[in-house]
Each structure stands twice: as C-alpha cells, then as structure tokens.
C-alpha cells in the first residue's frame, strides 16, 4: 500500500461529528480467525447510531449470519469513529470490512487504488449475489452510480428512495430536494393584525412587530426581553437561513462546494456564490441583522440551542423540517411559510439531488480472506422485508402486522410508548443499523408503508413548495462519478473554497456589503486561492460524462 495515506474526507468526518455518545463494542486491535478460502469467522468495524447497544444481539443480523454459515464480531461504534477508521487504515490493520462509515467517492476511489479496499465487481454475480446483480440489471444508473472511474466497484451500493413516487405521485422527488421549510407564529401575528407574509419585506415588518412588541413576553408570558424575532443555523442543511434567499433566485448554502453548484439553463456548472443574487442577497439580509431581527447566535449555535429556544416560545420565525420538532408545546400557534418573493417581487428555490446513491457504507479490505462468502451475507440485505428490518427493526417491534394488501404496518407513537417507552422514532434509531442499505422506491409500494411523517412531508413538499415555486427542476446530479484526477482537484481546493465562502458571507452579513472593491477582490480571491475555474472544469466534464452515459 502506497505511504502517503491520506486522512479521511468530508464525509466521514461529518459521520463522526453527528455522534452523540461514546463507543459501542471494544474490539480495536482484534483480528478475525482467517483460513483463506474456507475463512467463516470475520470482523467488521463501523458506526451505528448513538441510541444503538450495538450488533452483538441483533437478532436480524444474528440469523443472516446464521443462514450464510458465517460468524461476525462487531466492533461499532458512535463516537471517535473517523480517528479510529484513520488509524486502522495508517496502521495498516484493516477489519474484513469497514461498515457504515460512509468514505466519500474521493475516499474510495484513493483506497481501491491504494489497495486497501478490493474490487467486488468478480462477485456481484448470480452464484454469489443474486439479489444485488438482479438489482443491478433493472436499476443501471445505481451500478453507474457504484462504479469507479477505473471501472471498478470497491463498495456496495446505499441509499434511501424516499420520494414522491413512494406516495403515488408520477413526478418523481427525493423528500430532500428542499430541505428546510420556514415557520412562523401565526397566534402572534393574528394578535398584531397582521398576515401571513408572502414577501420578504412583509416578513420583515412582521419580524420588526415581533421584536418591538416583545411577543413572547406579551404573549407567553416570559421574560421582558425574550422575544427572538427569527433564529436559524447559518448554512445549515434543514436548519439555515437559506431558505429565505429565494427572493434571490437561490436557496442553496455557499458554505459547500457541492451545495453551491448549479446548472444554468445551458446546463453549465456556476457557482452561486459567484453571482450578482449572491451578493444582492447578503447586502439586503444584512439589514436584518443590523436591526437584531436575526438571532445574533445563529454563527455559532447548536441544534440543540435552537430547539431549546423555540420550544420556550421565544422566537417567531424558524426552519425546520417539522414544526412539532422544535415548536413542542407551542406548535399549535404555528404554520408553515410560503416561499416568500424578494424586493423585485421574483422568487426561485434551488432543488437537491438528494437520496443519491452512494458506496461507501460497505467495503471489503485486502484482509478479508474469503469475501465471498462474506459477500454473500450481505446480499441477503438486499431484500426488501430484510432491508425494512435492517432500517426500523424486527419484524414484531416496529412493524407488527399485514393489512389486507400484504403491506407491512408500522407501529404508532402511542402504541411505542406504551410497549417500549419511546416514540417510533426512538424506537427506529434504537433498532437501525448502519449499512448498505439500499430502499427503492417500489418498497413502499409492495412491502412497507413509509413513516405517517414522511407522507405529510412528502404531500408538503409537492403541492405546497414544489408545483408553486420552483421554476426549474434541473440539479447537478450528485451520483456523478469522477475520476482520480478531478477527485485530486476537488480535494486539493474543497476546504479551502467552503471556509473562504463561509467567512466571507457570515462577515457581510454581520458588517454589511460588499462594496464594488470588496467584490471585486473577492471574486480574484475565488479564483486565485479558491481553484474556482478548475472546480467548474471538474464539475462540468463529470456531468458532460454523466449525460452522455443516459
């Protein structure tokens, strides 16, 4: 393996800083009982979910084993999962197979040609993986999707088909194409006379009430003073300010070198952060900030900060995926914003590819001696009654029974708690375990019905956002494939590039501008120190080769 091991992408890191509690099974150091052909015995190293005890007693799993004749010890983990990954790999001490981790295709590609993660293309054939190779040959954009640069496929394929078809609907999006949904509190706007606003000046005056009238000490009875007209993240993925910047024609966050590419009506990679809206945007939402409508906090703070304020009834406007999340007691007083036109009275939301097909959560290591057999453990997750229990959990937890179409039932949150003492939603991360999972979206037509919340997200997302506002459904495919090189280049520039944006928005916003001169200096800026024209070149070849393979 070559010496010049890199450190873990992106994503592995974000995987790593979503953790929430400490390490599951402590198996670091142990190697599994080899035998070279005839190997039965493997260890797996990964992640699971915080709320997770780990894989030892997952009776799912258990019997997958059991049926393929193999036995694994886990060693999963929620926390210090990318610095104990890193080491593995610098150390040169691989598992049989890294699970759940979630490498970036860069990761990938930099492992299958170091060695360290093999090709499965040799296995994924009708002996050894008859589920996953029938997939495959109905489903040829997943295989594009898992397939290297150099043609071969290091990890297994897994996403979540979650989208509008899964509910009946012909178009068919991902429940991620827009991701943050804007509330506000309309009990205080009914107090104040006022309307629901449609347009971003007549969201300011509200938020200008708000904050003058001090509602949530008016209304709520807390403390004078409390009243926190509008609190988001800043760039956040369901939780920022984004959102409020289709007054601008845009709605994605800078802050990602991915998130602030689109394609112009020429099908020509731009970066927003680059244009004339971009800067119109931070200068007019600066005015926000000056005058303490936006929480000063929103640089800085949590999740958990910001749910914790909503839900004492401080603040009037947020984003969120549901308003019963972060509302809690108070979310009978809200209601979801429409897209709110800007000052030339135009708006345009910016959808995501999202649910993309990646392979990463699943790869084989040089030190696995018998992958096939392996292989053929995890082609049984290939399933769609095994793969809904690998997400939600056993048969007789989470889902319970058949309806008369043969369709799995989930259970109630009321029903959940009375049997477990947690919500569904407990309960699910409770029993997940991370993997290649791959869910189509034919399963939730003919196995399983998806979550009641994800149908009302769905229905939402449609009639409410989707068919009104959004001008353009064309997005930059994020299952594109890149080649070593380009991956090169988007490593080289992609910290560099989402930090320089980042700080340069979060100043504008705070401070004001830019002026002609600030703009100016900071589109060299982009350019010199940024590799702006080499991310365009990348991004446009790879999508120019994604067309041309439909």
């Not at 953790?19 to 080899?34: M, Q």
């Not at 970066?271 to 005015?287: G, L």
């Not at 429409?338 to 345009?348: E, R, S, V």
């Amino acid at each position: 393996m070559k010496k010049n091991i890199r450190q873990l992408g992106t994503s592995l890191l974000l995987v790593a800083a979503m953790a929430l509690t400490g390490c599951g099974n402590a198996g670091a150091g142990k190697e599994a009982k080899k035998g070279g052909e005839e190997q039965t015995d493997f260890y797996i190293m990964g992640g699971m979910s915080s709320l997770s005890s780990g894989y030892d007693g997952n009776v799912v799993l258990n019997k997958l084993a059991e049926d393929t004749g193999i036995t694994i010890e886990w060693d999963t983990m929620s926390d210090s999962l990318s610095e104990q990954v890193n080491i593995r790999i610098a150390g040169e001490q691989y598992p049989d197979a890294f699970m759940g981790i979630g490498f970036s295709n860069y990761d990938i590609s930099t492992y299958g040609e170091d060695g360290v993660f093999i090709d499965l293309t040799p296995y994924i054939n009708e002996e050894t993986m008859p589920n996953l190779t029938k997939i495959l040959e109905e489903n040829p954009d997943i295989k594009s999707a898992i397939t290297m640069s150099d043609g071969k496929i290091y990890g297994l394929p897994a996403a979540e088909q979650m989208g509008t078809a899964g509910i009946g609907i012909e178009d068919d999006f991902s429940i991620y194409t827009i991701p943050q949904f804007s509330m506000i509190n309309k009990a205080w706007l009914d107090d104040l006379g006022l309307p629901v606003p449609t347009t971003l000046d007549e969201l300011h005056d509200a938020l200008v009430a708000f904050k003058e009238n001090d509602m949530s000490a008016k209304y709520y009875g807390n403390a004078a003073g409390s009243t926190i007209p509008m609190s988001t993240g800043f760039d956040q993925w369901c939780w920022g300010q984004n959102v409020f910047y289709a007054g601008f024609g845009f709605t994605n966050w800078p802050n990602d070198v991915c998130n602030d590419l689109i394609l112009n009506d020429e099908e020509k990679c731009e970066f927003v952060c680059a244009s004339d809206n971009y800067r119109k945007a931070v200068t007019y939402f600066h005015d926000w900030y000056a005058e303490g409508l936006m929480d000063i906090e929103m640089f800085s703070q949590g999740t958990s900060q910001l749910i914790a304020k909503c839900s004492q009834g401080r603040v009037g406007v947020a984003t969120w995926w549901y308003i019963e999340e972060i509302m809690g007691d108070y979310s009978k007083d809200y209601v979801f914003l429409p897209i709110l036109a800007g000052p030339d009275g135009t708006y345009n939301v910016t959808v995501r590819d999202g649910g993309a097909v990646n392979s990463g959560n699943l790869n084989i290591t040089s030190a696995c001696e018998n992958p096939k057999a392996l292989l053929s453990f995890f082609d049984k997750w290939y399933d769609g009654e095994i793969v809904m229990q690998l997400q939600y959990g056993p048969i007789g937890t989470y889902f319970t029974e058949k309806d008369d179409k043969g369709m799995w039932l989930s259970i109630t949150d009321e029903e959940s708690k009375a049997k477990f003492g947690k919500s569904a939603g407990e309960l699910k991360s409770v029993n997940e375990v991370y993997g290649p999972k791959l869910i189509l979206s034919k399963y939730y037509n003919d196995v399983f019905y998806m979550e009641d919340r994800a149908i009302v997200r769905l229905e939402d997302l449609y009639y409410k956002w989707m068919k009104p506002y959004v001008k353009s459904t064309v997005t930059y495919p994020i299952d594109c494939v890149f080649t070593k090189d380009e991956l090169d280049t988007i490593d080289r520039y992609k910290q560099i590039f989402e930090s320089t944006v980042s700080e340069q928005e979060g100043i504008w916003l705070k401070n004001g501008g830019p002026t002609d001169e600030e703009w100016t200096d900071y589109l060299v800026m982009l350019k010199k120190n940024c590799g702006t024209e080499e991310l365009l070149k990348v991004y446009q070849q790879a999508y120019d080769r994604y067309k041309k393979a439909q």
